[in-house]
């Protein structure tokens, strides 16, 4: 039973002495040299640049661009629609296999 008490003693002395441990208390001596301090000058502002307007630019549009997928897929239905419905086939087949991982 002694054995029992003396061990939650010394638990409870080590956790308070783990505790006390990470106070964090430092201890430390400055040594200052005096010597004079200065304050810097005044700042002085700079006045703001004039404002200066100048005529909105030209909006330039350039023509020629042709982005032949969206071309074709405005021009031909058909083949659009035909990709679609290879392309839902493809998962189809996929989820038949079990594979729903994608491809």
């Known amino acids: 039973m002694n054995k029992k008490i003396l061990g ?3 638990g409870v002395a080590v956790l308070a002495a783990s505790t006390a ?8 001596i400055g040594l200052g040299v005096p010597a004079a301090v200065y304050a ?18 030209v909006a330039v549009a350039y023509g020629g661009y042709d982005d032949w997928r969206a ?7 058909d083949w659009r629609e ?5 392309q839902e086939w493809r998962e189809h087949e996929w ?9």
């Open 8 to 10: 939650a003693i010394l």
């Open 21 to 28: 441990a990470s106070a964090h208390v430092d201890v430390a």
């Open 40 to 57: 810097p000058a005044e700042p002085v502002y700079a006045p703001p640049p004039p404002v200066v307007y100048a005529p909105a630019p």
């Open 71 to 77: 071309r074709e897929w405005r021009e031909r239905p």
């Open 82 to 86: 035909r990709e679609w419905r290879r």
């Open 95 to 103: 989820h038949e296999r079990g594979r729903w991982g994608g491809y």
